[in-house]
């Protein structure tokens, strides 16, 4: 079923139809819409619940006889086909039987990814999506070390009959980790454990659990050089994951490839995604890249034991100069990634999370010019020389941060297992 509404552009004027795909979340909970006005420039932000699109600002009943309204298909959590994104349609055209499922399946996933996308929605709908505010609310406390608040705040969100006093600092994070593991297995679909987390992430815990206390304490001090996992996750990590998470409807259209165990997004064709503006996306992927950049060595080093049974013994050769994980963590993010991409099982997990070039144009401004249209970005990735571009969309931005965050929280959950276990 589908329901429609207007909007207008409070700068310009323009006219938006919006075509609602009234799936299985609307009433449930209210869902962005953000997208930029096609001729002024305008982000247009809007929610959207079972009480229609908030806040109203247009009574719009179009007549047969009307001009074409530019249109676009909305939908919380699936991607939009071309044929309904910033389209002119005439009245007829309007109103004519539109179903993301259905133009879905013409090509760009099959319906086995479709449903398997599906079983993934509704999860984290009752596991996750009621308590995406709780890392972000619980963090001043935590910050703190306020027990008291910590607790009280637990029992507000969870039910009071199973809840006890947290009183230590130790159950205090033990109870914050908790949560972004749960988190972390919500927003992890079927597709990407079986790509990601199973051949190159769950190794790595496993290894941690399995190794004794000693061995973990030499771990942790090797990668505590050139500064200490527990700082990163505090000051870094947790503000960001707690961020992303309150946010996280924003990306959840673009979450399908990684159900579907896929990577870039042009391979599927060209798909929309309305629920996220341009700017929002970027901020989050240049933010994600630093997060993750000086928390790489916990997923680095773990990998090098694994693999070389060293914590300082690299896999790639070309890390030369580089002769440890210490060192490893001194080098700026785009050298780290120049070198883990030469060597296969990094540049499979990095899967374009760690984009130099998309990070550089975030970084400065003007550096990302974003067409509506075919919602295509230009990466002017070198503020001295406009001629360097790298172009992606904005689709596959999306994608990349929902990546960027599932690696955040991996190696925040290791580095928590490390120093909790070198205790
Ligand atoms: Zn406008």
Known sequence: ????????????????????????????????????????????????????????????????????????????????????YMKDLSYAESI???????NLQRGFFTSEEINAFDAFLKQMQVNLLPYRSVLKELLPFLKKGNLAAFSKKMALYFDEKEYKPIDSHQLMFDAYFELIEMSYINLAPQGYVNRIGKPIYLPLLDYVE???????????DALDENGKISVWYKEEAFPYISELLTNIQKLIPAMIYASAGVGM????????????????????????????????????????????????????PILGDVDSIGMFAKK?????????????????????????????????????????????????????????????????????????????????ILAYKIVSKAK
């Open 1 to 84: 079923m589908v329901q429609r509404g207007y909007v207008r552009c409070p700068i310009c004027d323009k006219i938006y139809q919006l075509k609602i795909q009234m799936d299985q979340n609307v009433g449930i909970f209210e869902w962005p819409i953000s997208f930029e006005c096609i001729e002024c420039g305008e982000i247009l932000t809007y929610k959207y619940s079972n009480k229609g699109i908030w806040p109203k600002d247009i009574d719009y009943k179009p007549n047969v006889d009307d001009d074409p309204v530019t249109t676009i298909g909305y939908s919380s959590s699936l991607p939009i086909t071309d044929e309904v």
């Open 96 to 102: 004519a039987f539109f179903s993301l499922f259905i």
């Open 210 to 220: 399995k190794t004794s206390v000693e061995e973990v304490r030499s771990i942790k």
């Open 265 to 316: 997004t042009q391979h599927r064709g060209d798909l929309k995604i309305v629920t996220v503006s341009c700017n929002d996306a970027t901020t989050y992927y240049k933010d994600g890249y630093e997060v993750l950049a000086h928390g790489l060595k916990v997923i680095v080093g773990l990998n090098n034991l694994v693999e070389n049974g060293d914590v300082n013994i690299f896999t790639n």
């Open 332 to 412: 700026s993010g785009g050298k780290m990634i120049e070198h883990l991409n030469a060597y296969q099982t990094m540049s499979t997990y990095f899967d374009g999370a760690m984009n130099n070039k998309v990070r550089n144009a975030a970084s400065h401004s003007g550096g990302v010019v974003y067409d509506t249209a075919t919602q295509k970005i230009k990466c002017l990735y070198d503020k001295n020389d406009d001629t360097k571009v790298y172009e992606t969309t904005l689709m596959d931005i999306c994608r990349l941060c929902h990546v960027q965050f599932l690696h955040i929280m991996e190696a925040a």
